[in-house]
Nanobody, 123 residues
Framework: QVQLVESGGGLVQAGGSLRLSCAAS????????MGWHRQTPGKERELVAR???????NYADSVKGRFAISRDNAKNTVYLQMYSLKPEDTAVYYC?????????????????WGQGTQVTVSS
């Protein structure tokens, strides 16, 4: 299978910046989409940003112009650079990747999630 490990969360003041990273490991053949979602208590998980294998990206309206998603295919890693953070950005952030991995003598698709990293923005 494919495992995702996130890092970079923490506590920051409003207006500050943070950079999240998520690295995939395992018998990876290829990774298609990479994305970041977030969730707060009592709410559904929402898409924050996503980047395709070709590099095209899309963002939630609430973060456009403040967040930037990027990927390093050689490292199987996706990043989320967050600027001008607001208290309403406080959430647990999860990375997600989908693609193909080696499974013994054949290939299989995967859709994996990280364990989540807490981002807290104080006012």
């Amino acid at each position: 299978q494919v495992q995702l490990v996130e890092s970079g969360g923490g506590l920051v003041q409003a207006g500050g910046s943070l950079r999240l990273s998520c690295a995939a490991s395992g018998s990876i053949f290829s990774i298609d989409g990479m994305g970041w979602h977030r969730q707060t208590p009592g709410k559904e998980r929402e898409l924050v940003a996503r980047i395709s294998s070709g590099g095209s990206s899309n963002y939630a309206d609430s973060v456009k112009g403040r967040f930037a998603i990027s990927r390093d295919n050689a490292k199987n890693t996706v990043y989320l650079q967050m600027y001008s953070l607001k208290p309403e950005d406080t959430a647990v952030y999860y990375c997600n990747m989908d693609g193909v991995y080696y499974r013994g003598s054949y290939y299989s698709s995967f859709d994996s999630w990280g364990q989540g990293t807490q981002v807290t923005v104080s006012s």
